[in-house]
């Protein structure tokens, strides 16, 4: 037998080290590779804030570098493409890196309820329930699960930035893109789209809001001027935004298509420099809605930082006008130490994506727990609801693929569902998430029988043989468009008239993207608005019809009567003739051709309907429980930060949670709509117990928008605080002086 020599001792030594301490191995080789980065970039100590990391590699950086950060390079069935938009990984677009500076690409994909576009990758998604759908749960938590489920699912399919986080108010229920958003209250949207940004960004994503500003119709929306006073302005849509990104601190903010009293959102100094930048401090970069931006010098001054999907006026262009002065370099370098700064400080630079697995059972869940806080009870007569499985054994399911499926929202929120191609702009996509084989599950030896709807008659037939009916009904909502009306579309107001005259136990699940009116709401037993439920939604609704989930989430939006009651009845279009450009369609306009008076200014949603004393259908905060909940002891302390405290009880047979509301309404003097909502708590509370439930008020909440001091104002006088479980049910109210 020979001796091993002494090089194969030490490799055999070191084999065994490595094999036992590979971690150790790895840090050391790690460190050392750190070090020698560190070293020769200085900006990659992350010990450094990321403004000055961004101001160091700023300082490196060539002109033609400079200009690549500021434009998109293209994104699939979007113009020509460019010759580097291979290193593109499809989604939204991406925009350049630095290699040589360890500066990384910045990859793009909408994911407004999901990732987008996953179908190009060969990848999964998690379709999370619509953002207007997950608002219902006036939860910060869930709002925190959602952009961290989000920022995960980007992670690893290789993105590193969400072109997610609409905020902007329903003032046009209408508006195709209602689902995206989060209802009509500035307060709780801003809310809980910067929870949403805060931990999607803690993923190592860049977070995005939008769509900034006054973005709320589709139709027209690049001919569109929305003309709208600063104060009203101020005290809706952009205090939605002011709070979402005192929140959230997104790395961007992406400008909207139409204008604003006269300017394009994209060149709008106003918004983008005067009020984003300098008043709300905003350190981040300003993006261009897809398509959006119209000018290069002006939209450059304006303050626009990053032009998307191409470099039409942010490439070649700018960089002339760098040249010849007339845009100035600083103007420049603040544009890219704006996209500089996004990357340092979300860690898209200190932690590169790496694809990988999804965890699809996670996301499952997740999705699933969502859709149930967002699932709003509106009506439960007779007890209908839930479902007693000891006394059902035949149910009637009646709807449009409600055997196979739930409809999802269209355009470029659009998840693609698992196991099929990618979407198709506008395509309508129904989820595979079959409510009746959730509810079957639940009644495993009852006899649960479907029919499509498509025949009425047939309908009402299987109804009037079935303990109960339930109808799920759909209104499909997309991006570029807007609806005629908020009637169910397909007659199908008819066919549930038709199922609940064959069955008085009839059950109406509404499917959709925004508030619809309901002809027949006297007529059935129950209502459940199930908004765009996700990957999970026939789980979740199940879970609420039989009980397992007792509802709690309350409506974002009022449900009008009809389109009558609305501050513009006839929805404002462009004028005959007019081209209205589609995505791929590129038009060059220099200014917008029709306008929108927001002339009912301050009364958005609910502020409308009560100043203009019009009963609603469904009330602004508005949801049933399958408990009951009753407030008292009401006390308001005035300070610094008003605070609110009283007690609800649940004096039902039901554990459950419920959404205390604070609203404020303010002095005469200040010239408001009667009410507002300034704050909110949600609190479990079990059967014959209470909670003492005490919500700080921020004093802007409380403040009205003084245009002649361009700020914010208290107005002295007697404020009165109202406590309850809707915006028309306030049990409470308490008065008290504030300076």
Request: charged share 20%; with cysteine.
């Amino acid at each position: 037998m020979t001796k091993p020599c002494r090089a194969g001792i030490a490799l055999a030594a070191i084999l065994v080290l490595s094999t036992v301490l590979p971690s150790a191995f790895a840090q050391h080789h790690s460190d050392n590779q750190s070090d020698k980065q560190t070293q020769s970039h200085p900006w990659m100590n992350t010990d450094l804030s990321p403004d000055e990391r961004a101001d160091m590699v700023l300082k490196q950086m060539t002109l033609d570098e400079k200009i690549d950060l500021v434009h998109g390079n293209g994104m699939r069935d979007w113009g020509k493409p460019r010759p580097n938009a291979y290193l593109g990984i499809g989604g939204a677009g991406f925009v350049l890196g630095v290699p040589r500076l360890g500066i990384p690409m910045i990859q793009m994909s909408d994911a407004a309820y999901g990732v987008r576009s996953s179908a190009e990758n060969g990848r999964y998604s998690t379709a999370l329930p619509s953002n207007l759908a997950s608002a219902a749960s006036w939860d910060t938590q869930a709002a925190c699960d959602y952009g961290a489920l989000i920022g995960r699912e980007l992670r690893a399919q290789g993105f590193n930035m969400t072109l997610g986080g609409g905020t902007d108010l329903t003032r046009e229920p209408r508006n195709g893109r209602t689902f995206e958003y989060m209802g009509e209250d500035p307060v709780l949207a801003g809310t809980l789209v910067g929870n949403r940004i805060k931990c999607e960004q803690a993923e190592h994503v860049i977070g995005d809001i939008k769509h900034y500003a006054v973005n709320d119709q589709e139709s027209g929306r690049e001919e569109v001027d929305a003309i709208i006073d600063k104060r009203a302005m101020r005290e809706s849509d952009l205090l939605a935004f002011q709070i979402g990104v005192g929140i959230g601190h997104p790395g961007a903010v992406m400008c909207s298509y139409n204008a604003v009293n006269g300017d394009y959102a994209c060149e709008n100094k106003y918004l983008l420099t005067e009020v984003l930048k300098k008043d709300w401090g905003f350190k981040g970069f300003v993006v261009s809605d897809w398509g959006a931006t119209h000018t290069t010098v002006k939209a450059s001054a304006a303050g626009l930082d990053n032009e998307q999907p191409l470099d039409d006026y942010f490439g070649q262009p700018l960089k002339q006008a760098v040249q010849s002065g007339k845009v100035p370099m600083d103007e420049l370098d603040d544009h890219v130490r704006r996209v500089l700064r996004a990357e340092f400080a979300s860690g898209i630079v200190d932690y590169p994506t790496k694809k990988s697995v999804v965890d699809i059972e996670g996301g499952f869940e997740t999705s699933r727990r969502i859709a149930e806080q967002s699932t709003v009870l509106l009506k439960n007569d007779n007890g209908v609801m839930p479902l007693d499985r000891t006394k059902l054994n035949s149910i009637a399911i009646v709807g449009l693929n409600a055997d196979t499926a739930m409809i999802s929202g269209g355009g470029s929120a659009q998840v693609d569902p698992p196991g099929r191609p990618a979407s198709k702009w506008q395509a309508r996509v129904w989820f595979p998430t079959s409510p009746q084989k959730a509810i079957s599950a639940k009644l495993p030896g009852a006899n649960v029988r479907f029919d499509s709807g498509e025949n009425p008659s047939s309908a009402a037939e299987l109804a009037k043989s079935a303990d109960v009916a339930i109808v799920f009904a759909h209104q499909w909502t997309s991006e570029a468009m807007d609806l005629p009306n908020l009637s169910l579309p397909n007659n199908q107001d008819a066919l549930i008239e038709q199922v609940a005259a064959a069955n008085p136990h009839t059950i109406v699940v509404l499917e959709t993207g925004t508030a619809v009116t309901m002809p027949w709401i006297d007529k059935v037993s129950g209502v459940v608005e199930a908004w765009y439920a996700g990957s999970k939604g026939a789980d979740a609704v199940a879970n609420i019809l039989f009980g397992d989930v007792n509802p709690s989430a309350k409506l974002t939006m009022t449900f009008p009567r009809s389109e009558a009651d609305l501050p513009h009845p006839q929805l404002v279009t462009p004028p005959p003739g007019t081209k209205v450009k589609g995505p791929n369609n590129k038009t060059i306009l220099t200014k917008p051709t029709f306008s929108v008076h927001y002339d009912e200014g301050l009364k958005v949603g609910y502020k409308w309907y009560d100043a203009e004393k019009k009963p609603v259908l469904f009330p602004f905060g508005y949801g049933l429980s399958y408990t009951t909940y009753s407030y008292s002891g009401l006390t308001v302390k005035p300070g610094k930060e008003t605070s609110v405290t009283f007690t609800v009880k649940n004096t039902g047979g039901q554990a459950g949670a419920e959404i205390a509301e604070v609203y404020a309404a303010l002095p005469a003097s200040a010239g408001e709509p009667p009410k507002r909502l300034v704050g909110w708590k949600k609190v479990q509370i079990n059967p014959g117990e209470s909670a003492k439930v005490s919500v700080t008020i921020d004093p802007t909440y409380l403040s009205i928008y003084d245009e002649a001091h361009d700020g914010w104002k208290l107005v002295p006088g007697d404020y009165t605080f109202m406590v309850g479980g809707s915006s028309q049910d306030l049990p409470l109210s308490a008065k008290v002086s504030l300076p």
